[in-house]
């Protein structure tokens, strides 16, 4: 078990260029979660989807951020015209339905 | 809305000493709590849940009971360890166990030798 995977680790930008991350949630998982980190503001929720269908993204910065779920094995989470405030760690998590929510080991954005 | 508050951002204590990490929450309905513990450049992992069974969760040596009078889920230990130094996240969540998880905004512990 390979446990949650994103990808890159990082990623840099330069203000206005658009940032795409990677997840790819545990294998039989239904349900995939994004938070983001930082050390001002701490875990905040996005968005999630369960069985692949959006179901909550009142976290998401709605101008933005978008977030889709082509597929059972990845989601990913676009931002576009990246600003320095978005500079964080964007977490993925992901459960079988149950309440406990495995973690990936997160993506850094810098924002230069 | 639903919120949950850890009043320390940092403790420091020292080894052997008890721990105690406050939370307290708010929330219209009636939630499960969590904490999550996160080791410097690692994943947050789930330490421990409140659940309905009446047992008191325990993990590690770590345990914590829900107080719906005071809305409160205080983690704590009889004996920090070294390897406890992490930073530890409070959570909630609204809707049953299997929503979103509403976070605290951590605490730091220290365990200094």
């Known amino acids: 078990n390979a446990g949650v995977i994103q990808t890159p680790r990082h990623k840099v930008t330069g203000k206005g260029q658009e940032a795409t991350l990677w997840c790819e949630p545990i294998s039989g998982h239904s349900a995939v979660f994004w938070y983001r980190q930082t050390i001002v503001q701490g875990l905040e929720f996005l968005t999630y989807?369960?069985?692949?269908?959006?179901?909550?993204d009142s976290g998401m910065p709605k101008e933005r951020f978008s977030a889709q779920m082509p597929n059972q094995s990845h989601s990913t989470l676009k931002i576009q015209s990246t600003q320095p405030q978005d500079s964080a760690v964007y977490l993925c998590?992901?459960?079988?339905?149950?309440?406990?929510?495995?973690f990936g080991p997160g993506t850094r954005l810098t924002v230069l | 809305g639903d919120s949950v508050t850890q009043t320390e951002g940092l403790v420091t204590l020292t080894e052997g000493l008890p721990v105690m990490l406050n939370c307290t929450y708010q929330?219209?309905?009636?939630?499960?709590l969590f904490w999550y513990v996160q080791h410097l450049n690692e994943a947050p992992k789930l330490l421990l849940k409140s659940f309905t069974d009446n047992k008191r969760p325990e993990h590690q040596g770590f345990h914590a009971t829900l107080h719906k009078s005071s809305s409160s889920f205080h983690l704590q230990k009889s004996s920090a360890q070294l390897s406890d130094s992490a930073l530890y996240y409070c959570a909630l969540t609204p809707t049953g166990n299997t929503g979103k998880l509403i976070f605290g905004l951590g605490t730091t512990l220290q365990v200094q030798p």
């Open positions: 929330s219209t309905y009636s939630p499960f």
């Open positions: 998590a992901s459960t079988w339905g149950g309440a406990e929510q495995y």
């Open positions: 989807f369960r069985n692949q269908a959006p179901i909550d």
